[in-house]
């Protein structure tokens, strides 16, 4: 039985190549600073030649959202919650990584567009979180 889950919410008014784009930096983020990668999943379904094709066991689950908004109660969810995720906004997204951050930084939080959150633990605590979103699509 699958106890855990990885999710992405991505915000549905942006592009696919925006999007698929925040999900790749996302989740790259969220492996970079948790701290319970063991936890995770992650095996070698090695094929017959000896190949490495390295995975998580658990699903990784990605839904939409229909607007930043809902990215944003999200977020506020997981941190009520303590839970570990990553975010992306559009302040992240135009420039070079110093004008993204100082971009992000001089931006308030309420104002921030959402592309999409990522996050991963209990599939208990995560549905209850996500029942609201639907698969993406």
């Not at 030649?49 to 999200?74: C, I, Q, T, W």
């Not at 070079?96 to 951050?101: F, R």
Request: charged share 25%; glycine share 8%.
């Amino acid at each position: 039985m699958v106890t855990k889950r990885f999710v992405a919410v991505l915000n549905k008014k942006i592009e696919p190549g925006k999007v698929m784009n925040a999900l790749a930096h996302m989740t790259a983020g969220f492996v970079g600073v948790a701290e319970n990668r063991d936890e995770m999943g992650f095996i070698n379904y090695e094929d017959k030649e000896g190949g490495a094709h390295v995975a998580s066991k658990y699903p990784f689950v990605v839904l939409s959202a229909k607007n930043s908004n809902k990215l944003r109660d999200f977020r506020h969810a997981l941190i009520e919650r303590g839970l570990l995720f990553t975010s992306f906004t559009e302040a992240m997204t135009v420039g070079t990584y110093q004008e993204q951050l100082d971009r992000s930084k001089s931006t308030p939080e309420a104002e921030l567009e959402y592309y999409g959150v990522c996050t991963f633990g209990e599939k208990a605590d995560l549905d209850t979180l996500t029942r609201k979103f639907s698969l993406w699509s």
